[in-house]
């Protein structure tokens, strides 16, 4: 039998889980992995949490030979609260944490224990061969998110008192190797949506059931194209011979593939979690063509509520809180619902607006798309078309359209590249789906059936979006934020810049070849903590001028070096950077100078950019 331990993360006593205890990752466990989305995550649960105690689950461990806990299971939360401790300050003995056979992961964890409180790495000199990057990315990110969303580290200290983890150490002579395979295949566990799909259904008759299901369960896969989550004759009956018009009456005529009906209770609701058979199509040179949703299905979820009620209910659209937060999906449903007098009213409008968002959502809203072996994706603003016979019909996708109703249609658009890239500007500056706020605001826009005669104004309404915090930033002349500027500033800078891209003075630099990347570290180009005497430190530092944002995975040398230097060692990255990096390199001819007059000069000439799109004075 497992001995099961329930631990706070930092006790009454100010004492953290590694204070006393040895953690050892054993070789057969994958390296540090996690990235923004998990450990913002993880900080965004504890710091929003508001009961008197959070289970952040659980850490399965083994007491191997030399009373070291071995960790099964949940190594990748165990090494991102080790750095997110540290972070705060924290410090222990060495070695608590240590992964076998993995120096420079180990050399990384107690460079990092080593360090004073408040000390941040970048201000010490180290050996960069020994460092693993994916943890000083990790710790990076911990960074960044404190002090994009200003959170009190003394309140999260405050929180991780009541952030409890279940350590369960398996029983004596268990075959580990067994264990760990079949933890990682272990089966889905039940969602929050799931439960929400039972409690929307219940009030329905029996064959309101069947279709609500059959669209719910089509959404539910945000990845590809909605239309090729239904079987042919439900498919046609919804979006029309040519896939590409929503008939949103005819919800409620679907039908099972048998075409039968049934009355589910809640139970078989929660159950029936079939697999989705999802087709992406082909394109028309015959490629594979995969599509990435940005977001996950309970956000979608959110967000067409919000939709929903604005439009629906709007005296109650205040009810719903202003982040989006999957955790309290079902709450946040039963806020609106108990607020209704017919909970089947709710539920049969509902269904319609979730497949007609998921319709826009996927018609005008971007997605990464991965084609053949490509293995990074790229942005992508597609719209799914058919051709053929009605018996061999072949779906392939072209760029969406964005023109008026009476303009001549092309496969090809200008605007198409500018929805692109202003998206993908909104979607790299707000990395969380908490705040993905702009996506709201487009569906709400979409959802107006005037609004689709007149596409050729949905750049503007990105553009609004993208232009407030901005508006705000020029406003309060606060120029002097160093890495505290808001990234949306500086990746709309990008836009602009993109938009010169044939002007005279831009031409050599390459701007179209850009792209908007996740850049979620704002860099000095003049350096805050110079890496040698050789060059002054400068009180200036933090002018907007001088500042860029880059990835946080660039060598951390980068940092420290002098602007000649970056220019000079660096070019490659720098060509491939953000636009504001590759103006500043090309201004860049003495150190001395920039100091003196170049930054200034740029700067101005950057804020009169950002004035002018705004229309400020």
Sequence with gaps: MSDITLLSIIDSEDKTIFEDDNYIIPLYQRAFAWSDKEITQLIDDIYDFEADKYYIGSLIININSNGLYEVIDGQQRLTALFLLLNYLGYRWKEDRLRYECREKSNYTLNFLNSLLPNEGYKNKLVDEDKIEQALIKGWDIIDQKFRADKIDTEKFKEKLKNVKLFRIEVPPHTDLNRYFEIMNVRGEQLEQHDILKAKLMKPLEANEQTAFSIVWNACRDMNGYVQMHFNKQQRELLFGGDWDWLNIDNIFSLTADDGSVHPQTAIKIIENKEPIQVWDGDDEAGNRIRFESIIDFPFFLLHVLKVFVATEFNEYFSAIPELLDDKKLLKTFTNIIDKLKSNKEFSLKFIKYLLKCRF??????????????????????????????????????????????????????????????????????????????????????????????????????????????????????????????????????????????????????????????????????????????????????????????????????????????????????????????????????????????????????????????????
């Design 360 to 617: 826009l959502f996927d018609k005008y809203i971007i997605k990464r798309e991965y084609k053949n072996e490509d293995t990074t994706g790229s942005w992508s603003l597609k719209e799914l078309k058919v051709s053929g016979a009605r018996s061999k019909k072949k779906p392939y996708y072209r760029d969406t359209y964005f023109g008026e109703l009476n303009e001549w249609k092309t496969t090809y658009s200008p605007r198409t590249v500018t929805n692109l890239m202003l998206q993908s500007c909104l979607r790299v500056s707000y990395t969380s789906q908490k705040i993905m706020h702009w996506i709201t605001e487009l569906l709400k826009w979409l959802n107006v059936d005037d609004n689709l005669k007149k596409l050729s104004q949905f750049e503007n309404q990105i553009e609004i979006i993208a232009q407030e915090p901005v508006i705000k930033f020029i406003t309060d002349k606060d120029y002097m934020q160093g890495v505290n500027t808001p990234h949306i500033v500086l990746n709309y800078l990008d836009y602009l810049l993109w938009t010169k891209r044939s002007d005279d003075e831009y031409k050599g630099l390459n701007f179209d070849e850009f792209s908007f990347e996740f850049r979620n570290s704002v860099e000095h180009w003049y350096p805050q903590h110079p890496s040698s005497q050789s060059f002054d430190s400068w009180a200036d530092v933090d002018k907007f001028g001088n500042l860029c944002i880059i990835q946080r995975n660039v060598n951390s040398k980068f940092s420290n070096l002098s602007p000649t230097s970056k220019k000079g060692t660096y070019h490659q990255m720098i060509e491939k950077g953000s636009l504001k990096m590759r103006v500043m390199s090309a201004l860049t001819k003495d150190d001395t100078a920039w100091k003196e007059t170049i930054c200034d000069d740029h700067e101005g000439k950057m804020l009169k950019l950002l004035k002018v799109a705004c229309n400020i004075a």
